[in-house]
Structures are given as C-alpha cells and as structure tokens.
C-alpha cells in the first residue's frame, strides 16, 4: 500500500528526490496520498540490500577476508527451522555472495563474527557481543542511526532486542532490525563514493526577497562528510565489484533490468519477509515481503545514488516480482535522459 524512492548525489548529499505514495482507505473507498516524509520517518526490514555492509563488516572484524570461500548449504540448527538461501548454491566466494545474494554466506560470515561454530544438527552458540559489531559498522554507513538530513522528526528505525543466535543471522540479511529509504540511500552513497558518509541536505542555499528576480544569497550550504568508513579502500571496492555483478553478472539478481544499460549501473536487490496490519485485505494473512534496491550509476564514477522501497509488495514469496527494479530502473533512466537534454540545450 505504498512505495518510496529517494535519490541522492553521493558525491556531496544533496537530496535530488524524497518521494512517496501510500494508499488510504477512505469512507470505504482507496485513495493516493502523497507521503513523501515516509522516506525518513517510517522504517522497514530491508532484506539482502543490506549486505554490503555485512560483507564490509566481516572483512573489517577480521571475521573474514576478501576471497573467503563458504558452502551455501541448508543449515540445520537444533531447535530452529532449516535456513537456507533461494537455492542451494555450494562452494561460493563473496563476490558470487552478492551477485546471487546467498543468504548462507551472510549467515556464515554472522557465525564467524559471533565466534561460533556451525555443526549441522547442533545448536549454535554465539558471542552476542556481535550484535553490537554489527551495529557498530552498520552506523557508519547511516543504517539505524540519524542520517542528519535537515529535517525535522527523523526516524532511526527499530532496533531489535532479543539476542539468540537466529535473530543475529536474520540480521546478516536484513531481517530484524529496521531502515528508512533515506538511510538505505545513504549507506548506498557511502559504498558509491569510496566510503564517506555524507549528510543529506535539501537545502542548497538561502537567499534574499526580491521583486526582482532572485536575491542575493545570504547562506550557502556546503557539503559535509559525517564520518569516513573504519575500512580499507580494497574491502570497499571488492563490494563495489560485487554490486556491479548483481547488475551485470550472468547471474546477479537485477541483470533483467540493468544489464548492458549506457549509464554503467552498480547495486543490491533485496527481499524480506514483513507483517502487514494495513487497510488491504490480503489473501494469504498478514505475513507478506518486502522488496528493496539500492543502486548508483555510473560504477566507476558515481553521480547518483538511489534507494527504492516498496514495503509488503507482494503475499507469496513464489508470486514475487521486481517492481522494485522496475521503478529503479525507470527513474535512473529519466535521470540521465534528463541529463543529457540538459547538455544538449547547452
């Protein structure tokens, strides 16, 4: 019942686009409601978009390297149902991680920094120490934290309390704590820039009433870097290479949409299972999916960044579709087709 896009410049946080719809009911009858201000005030689970910055924390813990190879398997924790990724896709490394988006790596990669040792059958035993890790390196980016956008009321998200070893691994994939579209947009800018969080900001400069055309400008707005990654420019680029795959690989998750595009697109599909209490009436129950992408373009000098969100998409995990790529794919598309209008006219 609603969808979110924002787009940012990663090379200085200037907010090209907040924008929002969600669906009311009405005196019994659906209405469209602009509801931009949900970009940063309302938060969702984010699904596998997020791992990327799993990825960057394995590597900055030490839990582990660029390379590191890990079986996707079904993992078979005592007490827990079978978790798995979409397929089974054995002896795998963390490029083909994200280009597949194996859920198992990211688990794996979770049990590593939680200390821990997988034995299929047993139960899993963690350092929940790692619950902190990850939230630690997940602010970096503006995940859960303010983003310092120069709005009021802006949401962080929830942030969960239980810690067992389960929900450490449904946090590897984005599955327990929440996000606002602003802030997956700018933990996207981060990785698309080389690793500076930069404020957002809508406004540029301030100037001066007149009658006479515009007025002089009394304050200008200057771009301002809120913190720089606690990582090294290899493990960075090695995410940057695997965004790309997911975009161009033979098999990364959004190539049906970017694949072979002029402007050189680079990003994260995701999908998480969420519960939906709104004014639709479902057919399967109240647990449905959301589905996210994060992208930026062009990969090797990035110039815009963009989140989209569009929570409780769909009911049945085998009825999913990319909508999310889809308007991803249409607004990234005008981007630069206005782009080039506009170097045309001059």
């Given at each position: 019942?609603?969808?979110?896009?924002v787009?940012?410049?990663?090379?200085?946080?200037?907010?090209?686009?907040?924008?929002?719809?969600?669906?009311?009911?009405?005196?019994?009858?659906y209405k469209?409601?602009?509801y931009?201000?949900?970009?940063?005030?309302s938060?969702?689970?984010?699904?596998?978009?997020?791992?990327?910055a799993?990825?960057?924390?394995?590597?900055?813990?030490?839990?582990?390297k660029?390379g590191?190879?890990?079986?996707?398997?079904?993992?078979?924790?005592?007490?827990?149902?079978?978790?798995?990724s979409?397929?089974?896709m054995?002896?795998?490394?963390?490029?083909?991680?994200?280009?597949?988006?194996?859920?198992?790596?990211?688990?794996?990669?979770?049990?590593?920094?939680?200390?821990?040792?997988?034995?299929?059958?047993?139960?899993?035993?963690?350092?929940?120490?790692?619950?902190?890790?990850?939230?630690?390196?997940?602010?970096?980016f503006?995940?859960?934290?303010?983003?310092?956008?120069?709005?009021?009321?802006?949401a962080?998200?929830?942030?969960?309390?239980?810690?067992?070893?389960?929900?450490?691994?449904?946090?590897?994939?984005?599955?327990?704590?929440?996000?606002?579209?602003?802030?997956?947009?700018?933990?996207?800018?981060?990785?698309?820039?080389?690793?500076?969080?930069?404020k957002?900001?809508?406004?540029?400069?301030?100037?001066?009433?007149?009658?006479?055309?515009?007025?002089?400008?009394?304050?200008?707005?200057?771009?301002?870097?809120?913190?720089?990654?606690?990582?090294?420019?290899?493990?960075?680029k090695?995410?940057?290479?695997?965004?790309?795959?997911?975009?161009?690989?033979?098999?990364?998750?959004?190539?049906?949409n970017?694949?072979?595009?002029?402007?050189?697109?680079?990003?994260?599909?995701?999908?998480?299972?969420?519960?939906?209490?709104?004014?639709?009436?479902?057919?399967?129950?109240?647990?449905?999916?959301?589905?996210t992408?994060?992208?930026?373009?062009p990969?090797?000098?990035?110039e815009?960044?963009?989140?989209?969100?569009?929570?409780?998409?769909?009911?049945?995990?085998?009825?999913?579709y990319?909508?999310?790529?889809?308007?991803?794919?249409?607004?990234?598309?005008?981007?630069?087709?206005?782009?080039?209008?506009?170097?045309?006219n001059?």
């Amino acid at each position: 019942d609603r969808a979110f896009v924002v787009m940012m410049d990663p090379r200085n946080g200037e907010v090209l686009t907040m924008a929002g719809k969600q669906i009311k009911q009405v005196d019994g009858k659906y209405k469209i409601d602009d509801y931009a201000l949900g970009t940063m005030t309302s938060s969702y689970n984010m699904g596998s978009a997020v791992k990327g910055a799993t990825l960057l924390t394995g590597y900055q813990t030490g839990a582990i390297k660029i390379g590191n190879i890990f079986t996707d398997e079904v993992l078979n924790i005592k007490g827990s149902p079978p978790k798995k990724s979409v397929s089974v896709m054995g002896p795998i490394n963390d490029l083909t991680a994200l280009e597949r988006s194996s859920n198992v790596y990211m688990f794996k990669t979770a049990i590593a920094i939680g200390k821990g040792k997988y034995i299929s059958g047993h139960s899993l035993p963690l350092d929940y120490s790692a619950f902190d890790k990850f939230r630690y390196y997940f602010s970096e980016f503006g995940l859960g934290v303010k983003t310092g956008i120069d709005l009021p009321n802006e949401a962080t998200g929830y942030v969960g309390t239980k810690r067992q070893s389960g929900f450490l691994l449904d946090f590897a994939i984005g599955q327990y704590d929440t996000y606002t579209p602003l802030q997956m947009a700018q933990y996207v800018s981060t990785i698309a820039n080389g690793g500076y969080r930069m404020k957002p900001q809508v406004v540029k400069e301030v100037r001066k009433p007149s009658k006479k055309g515009i007025g002089a400008v009394v304050e200008s707005v200057n771009p301002e870097v809120m913190n720089r990654l606690d990582m090294t420019e290899s493990e960075i680029k090695r995410v940057q290479q695997g965004f790309k795959l997911v975009m161009n690989g033979a098999q990364g998750t959004a190539r049906a949409n970017f694949a072979n595009k002029s402007y050189n697109p680079a990003g994260k599909t995701g999908t998480a299972q969420a519960f939906y209490d709104g004014p639709i009436k479902s057919r399967t129950g109240a647990y449905t999916y959301n589905t996210t992408l994060v992208a930026y373009a062009p990969a090797d000098h990035p110039e815009v960044a963009i989140s989209v969100v569009v929570p409780w998409a769909y009911e049945n995990y085998n009825d999913r579709y990319s909508i999310t790529n889809d308007i991803g794919e249409a607004a990234l598309d005008k981007y630069f087709e206005l782009k080039k209008k506009q170097e045309d006219n001059n």
